[in-house]
């Protein structure tokens, strides 16, 4: 159980990517005060996990009721998470979510901290890969849901931390940071696909 905490644990930080989002949650609530801060991180970190949580649970039945294979679903999952890695690698998916961030004036909490910088496609699609794999062992689910809940933890703490000290995040140390996860998002993405293609062949 320990080794699927773990694992679960890892892919779970690297598609939520906590540090990643911590200069956008500091660039979407500029304008707000440090109570109003809180607040929004409280919100957007509990919206994002409800929204994987359902998806672990119903994942499997949307996948039935549409048809789609999990050998299928795993390889197109594959191939999102393998494009966030390269995006990752090249900063790509940090200026996308900074351009968001400039873009939205509203209450930010809803949209777009918790959807869908928090729980975007990749966290969706792995939660989804990762719950079908196990299977119906609920004492394994729970432990895969426990470890989704420690980063979106990790990541509500982080964000009450910059709500406090703006500065506490070096943007030179995220960038590196940003790029020794992608490499491992990259790994795993290759082994989703391969994973699939066994399956089908």
């Given at each position: 159980m320990l080794e699927?905490?773990?694992?679960?644990?890892?892919?779970?930080?690297v598609v939520v990517d906590p540090l990643g989002n911590g200069p956008i949650f500091l660039s979407l609530t500029q304008s707000q005060n440090t109570k109003e801060k809180i607040q929004t991180s409280i919100e957007a970190v509990s919206i994002a996990t409800i929204i994987l949580i359902s998806f672990s649970v119903i994942g499997k039945f949307i996948l039935s009721y549409?048809?789609?294979?999990?050998?299928?679903?795993?390889?197109?999952?594959?191939?999102?998470?393998?494009?966030?890695?390269?995006?990752?690698?090249?900063?790509k998916r940090q200026e996308r979510k900074e351009q968001i961030a400039n873009e939205v004036k509203d209450k930010v909490s809803i949209f777009p901290l918790a959807i869908p910088i928090l729980s975007g496609p990749a966290a969706i699609t792995s939660i989804i890969v990762i719950m079908s794999d196990i299977g119906e062992n609920i004492v394994y689910q729970l432990v895969s849901i426990a470890s989704l809940i420690s980063v979106?933890?990790?990541?509500?703490?982080?964000?009450?931390?910059?709500?406090?000290?703006?500065?506490?995040?070096?943007k030179k140390i995220v960038n590196v940071f940003s790029r020794v996860?992608?490499?491992?998002?990259?790994?795993?993405?290759?082994?989703?696909?391969?994973?699939?293609?066994?399956?089908?062949?």
């Open positions: 699927l905490f773990i694992q679960s644990f890892v892919v779970y930080f549409l048809s789609i294979s999990l050998a299928s679903f795993r390889i197109a999952g594959g191939l999102i998470l393998f494009i966030i890695a390269l995006e990752m690698l090249f900063n979106m933890l990790i990541t509500l703490v982080l964000f009450i931390i910059i709500s406090k000290s703006g500065d506490f995040i070096n996860i992608a490499i491992i998002l990259a790994a795993l993405s290759v082994q989703y696909i391969i994973d699939g293609l066994l399956e089908i062949f």
